[in-house]
T-cell receptor
Framework: NAGVTQTPKFRVLKTGQSMTLLCAQD?????MYWYRQDPGMGLRLIHY???????AKGEVPDGYNVSRLKKQNFLLGLESAAPSQTSVYFC????????????FGQGTRLTVV | AQSVTQLDSQVPVFEEAPVELRCNYS??????LFWYVQYPNQGLQLLLK??????LVKGINGFEAEFNKSQTSFHLRKPSVHISDTAEYFC???????????FGKGTMLLVSP
């Protein structure tokens, strides 16, 4: 049982380049999330999705786009990467309902130079 | 919006000593609280969560937390720590009907022999 899988695990980008981070979950969860983790900042919500074809903005959405074309996948895109987007990105998923556990992927470490 | 404050960025402790990691949250009518642990270079794993009812919540690996509504706190405790408990611990509050989380900045627990 793979749970939540993120690809790639590491990436170095040049400023202005674009890339897509892929998140896949095999637990049939309705909800999916993208967070970024920065030193001393904890995790902050970028975007989330409550079902196939839906997306919503979180706390820090600027500079990112997302898509949820299939229930099991949630893509995070950077159209024009900036050094401020250097971070560790975590995808998570959960069942609907209050107070449900979120399951996290292993993270993608992105460096923008 | 909800907010979470973790008062200590680092907590050094000797093996087999007790530990308390502090967490305070902003007041709300209903509150759902979580503690997650992140081992080095890994994703987040749920330690425990507060649903309702009993204010003392037991989690995995011998951890427990006490919900205190009057002090808006949800401190994490363990009576005797092990080297393997060395990790970063995040307190989080659910802040929407879609299980999105607001995290504290994290507390690094450093257990030494």
């Amino acid at each position: 049982n793979a749970g939540v899988t993120q690809t790639p695990k590491f990436r170095v980008l040049k400023t202005g380049q674009s890339m897509t981070l892929l998140c896949a979950q095999d637990m049939n969860h309705e909800y999916m999330y993208w967070y970024r983790q920065d030193p001393g900042m904890g995790l902050r919500l970028i975007h989330y999705s409550v079902g196939e074809g839906t997306t919503a903005k979180g706390e820090v959405p600027d500079g990112y786009n997302v898509s949820r074309l299939k229930k099991q996948n949630f893509l995070l895109g950077l159209e024009s990467a900036a050094p401020s987007q250097t971070s560790v990105y975590f995808c998570a998923s959960s069942y609907p309902g209050l107070n449900t556990e979120a399951f996290f992927g292993q993270g993608t470490r992105l460096t923008v130079v | 919006a909800q907010s979470v404050t973790q008062l200590d960025s680092q907590v050094p402790v000797f093996e087999e000593a007790p530990v308390e990691l502090r967490c305070n949250y902003s007041s709300s009518v209903s509150v759902y609280l979580f503690w997650y642990v992140q081992y080095p270079n890994q994703g987040l794993q749920l330690l425990l969560k507060y649903l309702s009812g009993s204010t003392l919540v037991k989690g995995i690996n011998g951890f427990e937390a006490e919900f205190n509504k009057s002090q808006t706190s949800f401190h994490l405790r363990k009576p005797s720590v092990h080297i393997s408990d060395t990790a970063e611990y995040f307190c989080a509050v659910e802040d929407s009907g879609y299980s999105t989380l607001t995290f504290g900045k994290g507390t690094m627990l450093l257990v030494s022999p």
